[in-house]
């Protein structure tokens, strides 16, 4: 019987982890990226020197948030010249987390 559980277990296990993207989300919830996706929901498409001088953290910190953000679909990105510029992908966003609830309602509804 103990065995039987401990499948069960590592079944669900692993139906949790190909149902939920965690990198998107542990990318998308980080304290700092989620300040920038604030500051873009409010401010639309930004480039890289506007969005930096509204926090703290040095420019190239912020880049680096910005690239691994666009890296996971979460912003797009445009070059313009000399410049970079970020916007959020909502329809990307909003579809990983309408697939995820989908996901989530099917394993709990097993």
Known sequence: MEM????NVLECGRNLEKSIDFDFYKT?????RSEILKFLAIHGKKNTTEI????TQDRSVISRHLELMNRYGILNKEKQNRSTFYEINKELVLEKFETTTNNLKELIQK
């Open 52 to 55: 930096a001088k509204n926090f």
């Open 4 to 7: 039987k559980i401990q499948n």
């Open 28 to 32: 998308l919830f980080d304290p700092m």
